[in-house]
T-cell receptor, first 110, second 117 residues
């Protein structure tokens, strides 16, 4: 599975949009981009995934560039409860295995 | 939907004992479940892929005789840590995938914190 690169940490003010970038320049044509987040001492929570089109659900929006080499997760109105480690993962092949990187620690400030 | 339940949440036991952790998909059937381990301040590491009715596939470096996985039904997979020692203390997390297609997202349980004294 392709590897991803994320900034180690980001800050965001409460109520503002949080834009989390992810680079996946070696993504292959049939691999999906998945976003999960993990709040301390809990299991990861699924947020959203996509192949090449932009996706939106009740939690977030996923913007994938046309060449699919990078993507951005957007939390439109961040709250304190959105403080977590956010993981961008490329996969979906190989029996659905996901390889977690170090992720981005998002801290939402009042 | 897509709720995964893991039990127990915490377990503390003496060195040398065996510990069983259960992972259940509550509102869907999961032909494939995954087991991860997470050490403090580190990311999740996949231990094994569990397929219903067949033997689990272990990642390189994971001892299959140490970490026994059973996936006897479409809603239950178990991980047994045999003869546990302090170095096995960790956060164990399971996940299940909805459907058979690889692209379907995995949904995770809340994890089991294992402490071996």
């Amino acid at each position: 599975d392709a590897k991803t690169t994320q900034p180690p940490s980001m800050d965001c003010a409460e109520g503002r949009a949080a834009n989390l970038p992810c680079n996946h320049s070696t993504i292959s044509g049939n691999e999906y981009v998945y976003w999960y987040r993990q709040i301390h001492s809990q299991g990861p929570q699924y947020i959203i995934h996509g192949l090449k089109n932009n996706e939106t659900n009740e939690m977030a929006s996923l913007i994938i560039t046309e060449d699919r080499k990078s993507s951005t997760l957007i939390l439109p109105h961040a709250t304190l409860r959105d403080t977590a480690v956010y993981y961008c993962i490329v996969g979906g092949t190989s029996y659905g295995k996901l390889t977690f990187g170090q992720g981005t620690i998002l801290t939402v400030h009042p | 939907g897509a709720v995964v339940s893991q039990h127990p949440s915490w377990v503390i036991c003496k060195s040398g004992t065996s510990v069983k952790i259960e992972c259940r998909s509550l509102d869907f059937q999961a032909t494939t479940m995954f087991w991860y381990r997470q050490f403090p301040k580190q990311s999740l590491m996949l231990m094994a892929t569990s397929n219903e009715g067949s033997k689990a596939t272990y990642e390189q470096g994971v001892e299959k005789d140490k970490f026994l996985i059973n996936h006897a039904s479409l809603t239950l997979s178990t991980l047994t840590v045999t003869s546990a020692h302090p170095e096995d203390s960790s956060f164990y997390i399971c996940s299940a995938r909805v459907g058979d297609r690889g692209r379907q997202p995995q949904h995770f349980g809340d994890g089991t914190r294992l402490s071996i004294l």
